[in-house]
């Protein structure tokens, strides 16, 4: 091959190579949102403005939970969009006095969310606004993390996720906090309610 066309090639494959990373930085944030976007988001939203709550939190803790797969189920029995068990929904649904309560409402991706909501501002204000306590209890349960804490087993910081006895919880938390600051990158600071 000519040396001019080895040089005219070298340069096109140059030229497409920068035009394609920067339609890739022009539209990065579509991309992102392609790739992570937030199922029921409205919903979500929503129900997080109105508990007082991140959304973004709220959206990580869904996408970590059931990737917002309405009919996922854990294998130990974990239900919907908020992996909520069903004692659990039972417990929360008579707190707020939602009559009628059935586990195959958790099922319903709005009944689900308000539950897992309600949940989350209820550990929230027992943990006193320590997200990283917040996160341990709702996936370990009350429980374990008050044993942890009271045994020196886990200091409770977030510098300090790897002394968490349960691998599954110390994953849990790292994705949590990783999608919520994903998708507040992706969709703004401030989700206001919904309207982003």
């Known amino acids: 091959m000519p040396q001019n066309s080895r040089k005219g090639s070298c340069g096109i494959k140059r030229f497409i190579i920068l035009s394609l990373l920067i339609l890739l930085l022009i539209n990065a944030g579509d991309i992102g949102r392609f790739f992570f976007p937030i199922p029921y988001r409205q919903m979500i ?53 939602l009559q009628g309560y059935n586990p195959d409402l958790l099922f319903n991706p709005e009944y689900n969310v308000r539950i897992g909501v309600w949940y989350v501002s209820e550990l929230y204000r027992e943990y006193r606004g320590d997200t990283v306590l917040v996160l341990a209890a709702y996936n370990a349960g009350r429980g374990n993390v008050g044993k942890w804490l009271e045994q020196h087993s886990w ?30 990158h992706l969709y703004g600071s401030t989700p206001a309610g919904g309207k982003n």
């Open 155 to 184: 200091t409770g910081e977030q510098g300090s996720i790897d002394q968490i006895p349960f691998p599954e919880t110390r994953q849990f938390i790292r994705k949590v906090l990783f999608y919520q600051k994903v998708y507040r």
């Open 45 to 97: 939203f929503r129900e997080a403005a109105g508990a007082g709550l991140d959304a973004f939190l709220v959206a990580a803790i869904v996408k970590t939970e059931s990737d917002f797969n309405a009919g996922a189920v854990s294998v130990k029995g974990a239900r919907g969009l908020m992996q909520i068990m069903p004692e659990t929904g039972k417990w929360v649904a008579g707190k707020k006095g």
